[in-house]
């Protein structure tokens, strides 16, 4: 836990410092215990913040005490800049506008607090923050944006994000003898572009339908041979992060059902590695829903996927109307972040429990499943 005048000295070093001061003392208040930490490892994640407006929700996770804050895509809004009192949407086109949109967020001041607490941080980018909506491998800053997202996340110097094509990395967590890896996948600096639908958009639709081209790609040739080496590697459970939803996609937005013939090679591809134990964060879609695709709709899964989506880390309540075969309780579209709990069994290690869980503002619970390692095995 960080000290006191360590915390203090991140606020004291900004503008209005003895307000941001008496800010650090309730937040390191908060965040000293109240709320009993009964699992074994806690992950917390989330996506899609925009950094021009409030982020109190920071205060509602630090009650968590995550071991690991997964920031999973939309940490910015780069390619949204104010322009003589106008918000003004489009590709950035200035690499400076990467290091001025991150600056943004380090100087909220609830996230800063929140950024020293947490043991470790990590993310991943999706659109806004890539540099450009819906962008893909087209993107012409997309270098430039890398180097901005590897400033930001604090990458050490020998890391192998500096010589790669692509943000993708993972880390494993070792604690008490058992362990979870963290991949972090990249679907945008290597994906095709998507298929826009040439009817335009149907009613309560996404502009996108299902390509047909075997030959396109979502994470690109290095990227699925890492990932291939990745899901061979010794893990008692696994996160897979992707920036956009890989279960749910008859919404027709963004996500691995744009591209059939790529989810199907990310299901095959765990069962050809054997990678037991797997399941999938997402964002992007400012809504939080859970999915499980059990083959509902044709797919063949190497066992039930699942596919705990969270995304608006400070956007305000709106009706949402859209199917999800996979869906498993209830969507919401307002403020919210996920909590991945594991609890281990001593016994029987196929009996540990991983719970998914879905939080609004002042830690209101909006949905949580729950379920044994043993079901995610081969």
């Known amino acids: 836990m960080v000290k006191l005048n360590q915390l203090s000295s991140i606020f004291l070093n900004h503008s209005g410092g003895a307000c941001f001061f008496l800010f650090s003392i309730c937040l390191l208040a908060i965040s000293s215990g109240s709320v009993a930490k009964d699992a074994d490892i806690v992950i917390a994640f989330g996506s899609c913040a925009k950094e021009t407006e409030d982020q109190p929700v920071w205060l509602d996770i630090a009650k968590h005490q995550p071991d690991a804050f997964l920031f999973i895509g939309d940490n ?4 949204v800049q104010e322009i003589n009192g106008e918000l003004k949407y ?34 991943s980018w999706d659109d806004h923050d890539y540099g450009a909506n ?8 997309k270098a430039q944006s890398q180097a901005a997202f590897v400033e930001f ?26 362990s979870i890896q963290i991949i972090i996948l990249d679907t945008r600096y290597h994906r095709d572009e998507l298929t826009k639908n040439p009817l335009g958009r149907p009613q309560g639709k996404g502009p996108y339908i299902q390509s047909t081209k075997t030959s396109d ?23 897979v992060v992707s920036s956009i939803q890989v279960v749910a996609y008859e919404h027709s937005w963004e996500g691995w059902g744009t591209m059939p ?29 859970i ?3 059990e083959g509902q709709l044709g797919h063949k899964v190497p066992y039930p996927m699942w596919d705990f989506t969270s995304s608006g880390l400070n956007q305000t309540y709106s009706p949402v109307n859209e199917q999800n075969t996979f869906r498993v309780g209830k969507v919401v579209r307002d403020t919210n972040y996920g909590v991945v709990s594991v609890r281990w069994n001593k016994e029987d290690l196929m009996k540990s429990t991983i719970e998914l869980a879905a939080f609004g503002l002042h830690q209101k619970p909006l949905e949580k499943v729950s379920f044994v390692l043993g079901e995610l095995q081969l």
Request: net charge neutral.
């Open 90 to 123: 489009g590709p950035v086109i200035n690499p400076e506008r990467f290091k001025q949109a991150y600056d943004a967020v380090n100087n909220i001041p609830q996230f800063a607090a929140f950024r020293k607490q947490v043991p470790l941080l990590m993310g």
């Open 134 to 141: 819906d962008a893909g491998k087209e993107y012409f800053l």
């Open 217 to 239: 790609t979502i994470l690109g040739k290095a990227q699925w041979l890492w990932l291939e080496e990745q899901l061979t590697q010794v893990a008692d459970i696994r996160i």
């Open 261 to 289: 013939s790529q989810r199907d090679a990310l299901y095959n591809l765990i069962r050809k590695t054997g990678a037991n134990g797997l399941i999938f964060l997402s964002g992007d879609r400012h809504l939080m829903e």
């Open 291 to 293: 999915s499980k695709d």
């Open 153 to 178: 996340f604090e990458f050490d110097r020998n890391h192998p994000i500096h010589n790669q094509e692509g943000i993708y990395h993972s880390k494993t967590l070792q604690k008490d003898g058992k």
């Open 76 to 79: 910015t809004y780069a390619d």
